[in-house]
């Protein structure tokens, strides 16, 4: 078996369930209690943006920022299904508009602005308002200079918005360039899988960049590189482990811990006035976020409107994820492979 | 091609030329060669058969290039006589400067980078390279650039923003390499740092699309202050080829997948992506390359006059609400000529 596909990810239901990776049956409340992670193997079971989101921020404490915003199909991208049919489709099984939710919250205590992707949304690929939801939610950040933590998996920029979906890694990164200025903490966590033009942009910026274990992440996918070299991949290749040996990911941290690693990390980032100050239970109102954050010369503002307005304004456009239309009907192992097309090369 | 092999006057056709020429485009060159004939008869005066041979031949192009499909223009973006990197800079340049290496790795002949002149402006050119005969393209893998092709342009952007000067990069590729070596030595990071670079580059940054914007292979030199592409250029978050293989599970799909990328100029002028669309000679830049290359310079020349005027601050403000605004508020285009391609 090629290592770089898992047979099954999708979290099965039932009273008890058999591990996707070791195949182990093990009692479903208990394979929750444990994060969706295998009490057995350590496996991790991918979730929802809402799940992954939920695991880390202090209980209640979420408030989604940009949730109106929904995607369009600008392009009228028409495969073996329309794209606008595609994203009710996806809308309705998740539960979400996009494949990516985002907002203000308390990590422990501290306020922070989180997002975190949904592979199940059409590969977590990136449109317009993947990019733009992550743009509002990075520039919330800076403006009260808090740190943003992006869990990101996705299988790339979405093809159903064409280059739009491309410009995203641009629009993105603009914004992450600003946090990196005024220097406000940024911490990618990548999950599994993670590639193309979402590894290419935002998720590779981070100023500390952890992983959950035995993550896929890469710019191609192994499908298009052994294409491409006509060679079989070397085992675990491309998996987070790998990723740490070559120098490129800081930590493989496991989902039960990740909170609180992330917690310490940026206790070493944000200036110990912060944290020694910061009220636990609210956020602060900006200008003592600006004081908190000591010596530090103001940031260049953006433009303050200019969020809001977009927030509120017209959505985007709205790329289409590669995940195949009838995606649900094959196997995991399809499905993997596919996301990891979803890439921009 | 078969039918293409056979020249209506001589009966003949160079391998070169049967190589290069284009479907939609033999009936164009059978003229061509025709009044290439009539040209080469010495001492006899065949105006009166020329001319109205030249005015069938430029009625022909202007008809055939003005209605190519998307698919077709991928195929004039990929022609092999189509102006790449040097011949830009060998036309437009002069003084050229090339500089190696990314300090960490290697070198990288995918992605060429050198100081030049082009016009008044003294620049840093990056741009990637993919050969012409098979020995050049295979150093230059075919304009497909490992990681520290990126990190080379990233070296020398640093090195154009410490001295001043403007940066203008020609993009070109099919896309950055999908290997285990560009994997392992990080192409996602070293892309997602230029992106991220380049968007607060404290020179001005222009950057064209010459022939392949293959995602983000491109868009690793494709930050900037403004975007021009020219006019039978492509720019896709996708190849056609990658995107029929994934959507319909057959490469050979690429030309409705073409259709439906929408990655032409005049598509991606209305959706924003780029700011200005150069129009190429009649017949596409393949035809008259110098045409082309002297066109571009001009291009060139007044963007860089005016984005050197500009503030400093003024102009990253504007950068940064270009790259901020991208995909927001756009109209939904019509839908793609041809209508929508069949079921598979």
């Given at each position: 078996m090629t290592p770089f596909f898992r047979k099954k990810k999708d979290i099965p239901l039932g009273l008890w369930m058999k591990c996707p990776d070791c195949s182990k049956m093990v009692f479903t409340k208990t394979f929750e209690q444990n994060q969706n992670v295998c009490p057995e193997c350590g496996f991790h079971i991918r979730l929802t943006a809402e799940h992954r989101i939920q695991l880390l921020v202090d209980e209640g404490s979420f408030e989604e920022l940009a949730s109106d915003l929904e995607p369009r199909d600008v392009l009228h991208f028409n495969d073996r299904e329309s794209y606008e049919a595609k994203l009710k489709r996806n809308q309705a099984k998740s539960g979400s508009t996009e494949a990516v939710r985002g907002g203000r919250a308390l990590l422990d205590g501290r306020p922070v602005n989180i997002c975190a992707m949904d592979f199940g949304f059409m590969g977590g690929s990136m449109g317009v308002v993947v990019g733009e939801r992550i743009a509002i939610v990075a520039e919330d950040a800076l403006e009260r200079r808090v740190p943003l933590v992006v869990i990101a998996t996705s299988g790339g920029a979405r093809m159903h918005e064409g280059a739009l979906s491309l410009m995203q890694m641009a629009k993105t990164s603009a914004v992450i360039a600003k946090l990196r200025e005024a220097h406000v903490p940024y911490i990618t966590v990548l999950a599994d899988p993670c590639t193309g033009g979402v590894s290419a942009s935002f998720a590779a910026q981070g100023d500390v960049t952890l992983a959950e274990p035995g993550a896929l992440i890469g710019f191609a996918g192994p499908r298009v590189i052994q294409g491409t070299i006509k060679r079989t991949l070397p085992?675990?290749?491309?998996?987070s482990e790998f990723l740490v040996d070559k120098g490129y990911v800081d930590r493989i941290v496991p989902r039960k811990k990740l909170k609180e690693e992330i917690a310490t990390i940026l206790d070493y980032l944000l200036p110990r006035e912060v944290i020694e100050e910061t009220p636990p239970e609210e956020t602060p109102p900006e200008e003592t976020a600006t004081e908190r954050v000591?010596?530090?010369?103001?940031?260049?503002?953006?433009?303050?409107?200019e969020p809001a307005s977009q927030a509120t304004g017209e959505a985007v456009i709205t790329p289409a994820a590669k995940t195949d239309a009838d995606g649900e009907s094959k196997n995991d192992v399809a499905k993997e492979d596919q996301a990891n097309d979803v890439r921009s090369t | 091609m078969a039918d293409a092999s056979k020249s209506p006057t001589t009966g003949k056709r160079s391998p070169v030329e049967m190589a290069t020429c284009l479907p939609f485009e033999r009936t164009i060159l059978a003229l061509e060669r025709k009044i290439e004939e009539l040209k080469s008869i010495p001492d006899v005066d065949l105006n009166g058969e020329l001319q109205p041979l030249e005015h069938r031949r430029d009625r022909l192009l202007a008809e055939v290039f003005g209605k190519l499909t998307a698919w077709q223009k991928v195929q004039v973006a990929r022609h092999p006589h189509r102006p790449q990197f040097s011949e830009y800079v060998a036309g437009m340049c002069e003084d050229w400067v090339e500089l190696h290496g990314d300090r960490l790795f290697g070198e990288d002949r995918a992605m060429c980078t050198g100081l030049a002149r082009i016009g008044d402006h003294r620049v840093l050119i990056v741009g990637h390279r993919k050969g012409r005969e098979t020995r050049e393209k295979l150093a230059c893998n075919f304009g497909c650039a490992h990681p520290e092709g990126y990190r080379k342009a990233l070296a020398k952007m640093r090195l154009a923003e410490r001295f001043g000067l403007p940066i203008v990069t020609l993009i070109n590729t099919p896309g950055a390499y999908p290997g285990i070596g560009a994997e392992e030595r990080g192409q996602a990071w070293a892309i997602a740092e230029n992106i991220l670079a380049m968007s607060t580059l404290q020179v001005p940054v222009l950057c064209i699309v010459i022939g392949e914007g293959g995602s983000g292979g491109a868009l690793g030199i494709g930050v900037g202050d403004r975007v021009l592409m020219l006019e039978y250029a492509y720019y896709s978050v996708i190849s056609p080829e990658g995107c029929a293989s994934i959507l319909?599970?057959?490469?050979?799909r690429a030309e409705d997948a073409a259709r439906a990328l929408r990655l032409t100029s005049d598509d991606l002028l209305k959706l924003g992506v780029v700011d200005e669309v150069v129009p190429e000679p009649l017949g596409g830049a393949h035809r008259s390359p110098d045409a082309m290359v002297e066109a571009l310079k001009g291009a060139i020349i007044t963007h860089l006059d005016e984005l050197s005027a500009m503030d400093p601050d003024e102009r990253l403000e504007k950068r940064y609400a270009r790259l901020r605004s991208l995909g927001n508020g756009i109209e939904p285009l019509d839908?793609?000529?041809?209508g929508e391609p069949s079921p598979a």
């Open positions: 085992e675990g290749f491309q998996r000591g010596g530090e010369p103001a940031p260049e503002e953006p433009a303050s409107e | 319909w599970k057959d490469g050979s839908p793609p000529e041809g």
